[in-house]
């Protein structure tokens, strides 16, 4: 079956104490992404990337790092997470194509609380 | 100015109206435009895209203005199952890759 994972779906940690959150995808998708969703925000996006070894800031990158070293996998680390990353966050991943990007999947949602 | 607008909502209709919701965004340069949905508490997916001559699928029907930079959504004949909060994205501009997202209408249809 086509889709996007993300582990873990939920996650209790305290400030400071450093955390990944993986993705991984199995269409051979060039295209991966991560957004957080904040009530009255919206998705708003954190890192994306274009394809291995290749990637880019969004609107909201502060306090996170990702990185592309294979095609399927895009974690999203924390290094010392703050209450204000206390969020619902998504990854997802798409094809690339001349023109740009296509149609996204979405993983089913990490809920991250820092206390 | 947020990049792209939508208006919050709720919007609270009868099953069997006919809704429809606007979109604007700002930067002129986008190239291309799509409606999601998401459920709540769920993953957004993917309603339709939105094409320069307007396009149609079963109820819903997508229309883009790139004159007055907004993109609309009509539902027809709602149903119960048509509640959801209803995504704008709009792609491109400065980058191909550059996405973004509006903060979503929420719809509720009642019996």
């Known amino acids: 079956e086509a889709q996007v994972t993300q582990n873990p779906r939920y996650l209790i940690t305290v400030t400071g104490k450093k955390l990944t959150v993986t993705c991984s995808q199995n269409?051979?998708?060039?295209?991966m992404s991560w957004y957080r969703q904040d009530p009255g925000l919206g998705l708003r996006q954190i890192y994306y990337?274009?394809?291995?070894?290749?990637?880019d800031k969004g609107d909201v990158p502060e306090g996170y790092k990702v990185s592309r070293k294979e095609k399927r996998n895009f974690p999203l680390i924390l290094e010392s997470p703050s209450p204000n990353q206390t969020s619902l966050y998504f990854c997802a991943s798409s094809l690339s194509r001349q023109g740009g990007v296509g149609e996204q999947f979405f993983g089913p949602g990490t809920r991250l609380t820092v206390l | 100015r947020k990049e792209v607008e939508q208006d919050p909502g709720p919007f609270n209709v009868p099953e069997g109206a006919t809704v429809a919701f606007n979109c604007t965004y700002s930067?002129?340069?986008?190239?291309?435009f799509f409606w999601y949905r998401q459920d709540c508490r769920k993953e957004p997916k993917l309603l339709m895209s939105?094409?320069?001559s307007g396009n149609e699928d079963g109820r819903f029907t997508a229309q883009l203005n790139r004159a007055s930079q907004y993109i609309s959504l009509l539902i027809r004949d709602s149903k119960l199952s048509d509640s959801a909060t209803y995504l704008c994205?709009?792609?491109?501009?400065?980058?191909?890759?550059?996405?973004?997202f509006g903060s979503g209408t929420r719809l509720s249809i009642r019996p």
């Open positions: 994205v709009v792609k491109g501009g400065s980058s191909a890759s550059k996405i973004i």
């Open positions: 939105v094409y320069s």
């Open positions: 930067n002129s340069a986008s190239q291309s």
């Open positions: 269409m051979n998708h060039e295209y």
């Open positions: 990337s274009m394809n291995v070894e290749v990637t």
